[in-house]
């Protein structure tokens, strides 16, 4: 059993920054694909970040079209938290972020995600 936990939303102004933090515990695999979600009122929740396992030590990292360039995801398995950086933040940024696990590669879906935060509110204000 995995356990996931959300730090760092609030509320910023356009062209702001914030770094998300997600905290795992229990049962953890250095080899699980960690990746961010998020989710606004009356939409599904949708693939924002991942980063998945390669070799010893090797990750890559993959992102939807809308935040390339400005959310930077990173792991640091010492410490068993999954990080986002998100710069240049834009009001459509808007919505409950949250962290899932999975041990399906590059997967982008939701339902191939088996471990899920409580989620974390970022609100950007134009």
């Known amino acids: 059993q995995v356990q996931l936990v959300e730090s760092g939303g609030g509320l910023v102004q356009a062209g702001d920054s914030l770094r998300l933090s997600c905290a795992a515990s229990?049962?953890?695999?250095?080899?699980?694909?960690m990746a961010w979600f998020r989710q606004t009122p009356g939409k599904e929740r949708e693939f924002v970040a991942g980063?998945?396992?390669?070799?010893?030590?090797?990750?890559?990292?993959y992102y939807t079209e809308s935040v390339g360039g400005r959310f930077t995801i990173s792991r640091d398995n010492a410490k068993n938290t999954v990080n986002l950086q998100m710069n240049s933040l834009k009001p459509e940024d808007t919505a409950v972020y949250y962290c899932?696990?999975?041990?399906?590669?590059?997967?982008?879906?939701?339902?191939?995600?088996?471990?899920w935060g409580q989620g974390t509110q970022v609100t950007v204000s134009s």
């Open positions: 899932a696990r999975t041990y399906h590669g590059d997967s982008r879906s939701p339902n191939d995600f088996h471990s």
């Open positions: 229990g049962r953890t695999f250095k080899s699980d694909t």
């Open positions: 980063i998945r396992w390669l070799a010893v030590n090797t990750y890559s990292t």
